[in-house]
């Protein structure tokens, strides 16, 4: 079994309606990802979004090297 001390890899996605942002854990296998969310107290749009993706990637980083 794998734990987050096996992930390779953060990404960080703005979910559709603007105001969730998910986070995905990728490891060497393929079959195993780890996921968890935020929600957000207003909307972002995509493009500040993307201006701060890699504030937001160190932010799944971590959230998972705390856990």
């Not at 929600?39 to 705390?66: K, V």
Request: proline residues 3%.
């Amino acid at each position: 079994m794998m734990t987050v001390d096996d992930i390779e890899q953060v990404d960080a996605v703005l979910c559709e309606d603007g105001r969730n942002v998910a986070f995905y854990g990728h490891t060497s296998d393929d079959d195993q990802t780890f996921f968890f969310s935020v929600s957000l107290p207003m909307t972002i749009e995509e493009d500040a979004f993307e201006d701060l993706l890699p504030e937001w990637r160190e932010l799944g980083w971590q959230h998972w090297m705390q856990t």
